[in-house]
């Protein structure tokens, strides 16, 4: 059974990973969320922004190190592949904010489950993005 699990865990590490820290990154964003709204009480708005960026941050150190093991070197491929990355995390804001803007304001659920719902179509894309736009393998013959 062990060697089977292990197995399975190997097959789909990068999955898992992203999964378990794209988990950490959710807590970030949440726990400061939170905090910002509800125990400092700050607009919905403004602390769904700060959350993100906490969240962005912290997302793009664990994502090129442990999930992606980003191979990119030098200063110019970091600041190339940082650009990408904050770049498509900018959409996954915007698409944050504006799922909130018309799920509490125009449609008045509550902020709560929608922040919820939010967070599962902004992983989904997330990932789209990383694995095809950001941390793909470098052409060969071009600089690692």
Same mark, same amino acid.
């Given at each position: 059974?062990? #060697?089977?699990l292990? @197995?399975? =865990?190997?097959?789909?590490?990068? /999955? /898992?990973l992203?999964? %378990?820290?794209?988990?950490? $990154? $959710?807590? #970030?964003?949440?726990?400061?969320?939170? &905090?910002?709204?509800d125990m400092?009480?700050?607009?919905?708005l403004?602390? $769904?922004?700060?959350a993100?960026? @906490?969240?962005? !941050? =912290?997302?793009y *150190?664990t994502?090129?190190?442990?999930? =992606?093991k980003?191979k990119?070197?030098?200063?110019?491929g970091? +600041?190339?592949?940082?650009?990408?990355?904050f770049?498509?995390?900018?959409?996954?804001?915007? +698409?944050?904010?504006g799922?909130?803007?018309?799920? &509490?304001? !125009?449609?008045?659920i509550?902020?709560?489950? +929608?922040?919820?719902?939010?967070? #599962? /179509?902004?992983v989904? #894309?997330?990932? *789209? %993005?990383s694995?095809v736009? *950001? =941390?793909r393998?470098?052409?060969?013959? $071009?600089?690692?």
């Amino acid at each position: 059974m062990g #060697v089977k699990l292990r @197995a399975l =865990f190997f097959k789909y590490k990068e /999955i /898992i990973l992203y999964v %378990f820290f794209g988990g950490l $990154t $959710t807590l #970030v964003n949440w726990g400061l969320y939170f &905090v910002l709204a509800d125990m400092m009480g700050a607009p919905y708005l403004w602390a $769904t922004a700060a959350a993100q960026i @906490a969240a962005i !941050l =912290f997302a793009y *150190i664990t994502n090129r190190i442990w999930v =992606f093991k980003s191979k990119v070197r030098g200063f110019s491929g970091i +600041m190339m592949e940082m650009l990408r990355f904050f770049g498509c995390r900018a959409v996954s804001f915007f +698409m944050d904010l504006g799922c909130m803007y018309v799920g &509490v304001d !125009l449609l008045h659920i509550d902020d709560v489950l +929608m922040k919820l719902l939010s967070n #599962v /179509i902004v992983v989904i #894309v997330n990932y *789209i %993005f990383s694995k095809v736009f *950001i =941390f793909r393998e470098p052409a060969k013959g $071009t600089e690692k």
